[in-house]
């Protein structure tokens, strides 16, 4: 069974700091995605990664994926407040588009 | 706007009845996906459907069913509802084919079960 694992869960940072959520897979899959969901919405695409070290960058956000650690990070860098959600990265499960296995996600509240 | 789009957006049920879900997935896209995610939670996989087939299903039991239609939108149907089942539920188009690709996620619908 693939199982994805997000930490941290909750993740209060002042504005201008730097931090990373990790995103741990349990079994082979060569495509993850991180989308940002804000409250009550539903889920933006942020990054779609396809191979082993694959790297994107939008803005104050960085994708990365080690697909033989499996293990992607989302890099925040100098947060500022418009970037308070939550987060999730998923897998693909069996291969086929929108088949996605999700992270439990990672609510982050940039506090100025 | 990711011209995925879901009906009713708020439903509110008593308990033992049905309710059904809607779904018109993005043009071009051949392939529809259902998640349900509770309060809290990330979204849970619910079933698949290409060209009007059912194609993967996760852990829901057969009470949660579905449809596809010719022009690709789809419905989900879930009969006997449960408190349980009170959560947004997404509905996600993408093309099957081509590696490039990504699942477009429609506004959702908040189902209450009392």
């Known amino acids: 069974e693939l199982k994805v694992e997000q930490n941290p869960l909750f993740l209060s940072m002042q504005e201008g700091k730097n931090y990373t959520i990790y995103c741990n897979y349990s079994?082979?899959?060569?495509?993850l995605y991180w989308y940002r969901q804000d409250p009550g919405k539903s889920l933006e695409s942020l990054f779609v990664?396809?191979?082993?070290?694959a790297v994107k960058q939008e803005g104050r956000l960085m994708a990365s994926l080690d697909t033989k650690a499996r293990l992607s990070t989302l890099h925040i860098t100098a947060a500022v407040h418009d970037l308070s959600a939550t987060y999730f990265c998923?897998?693909?499960?069996?291969?086929?588009?929108?088949?996605?296995?999700f992270g439990k996600g990672t609510k982050l509240s940039v506090k100025p | 706007e990711t011209g995925v789009t879901q009906s009713p957006t708020h439903l509110i049920k008593t308990r033992g009845q049905q309710v059904t879900l809607r779904c018109s997935s993005q043009?071009?896209?051949?392939?529809v996906s259902w998640y349900q995610q509770a309060l809290g939670q990330g979204p849970q996989f619910i079933f698949q459907?290409?060209?009007?087939?059912?194609?993967g299903r996760g852990n829901f039991p057969p009470r949660f069913s579905g449809l596809q239609f010719p022009n690709y939108s789809s419905e989900l149907n879930v009969n006997a509802l449960e408190l349980d089942d009170s959560a947004l539920y997404l509905c996600?188009?993408?093309?099957?084919?081509?590696?490039?690709?990504?699942?477009?996620f429609g506004q959702g619908t908040r189902l209450t079960v009392v």
């Open positions: 996600a188009s993408s093309p099957m084919t081509g590696l490039n690709t990504e699942a477009f």
């Open positions: 079994t082979t899959s060569d495509r």
């Open positions: 990664l396809l191979s082993n070290g």
């Open positions: 998923a897998v693909d499960y069996g291969g086929s588009q929108g088949n996605l296995i």
């Open positions: 043009s071009g896209h051949n392939t």
């Open positions: 459907y290409y060209r009007e087939e059912e194609n």
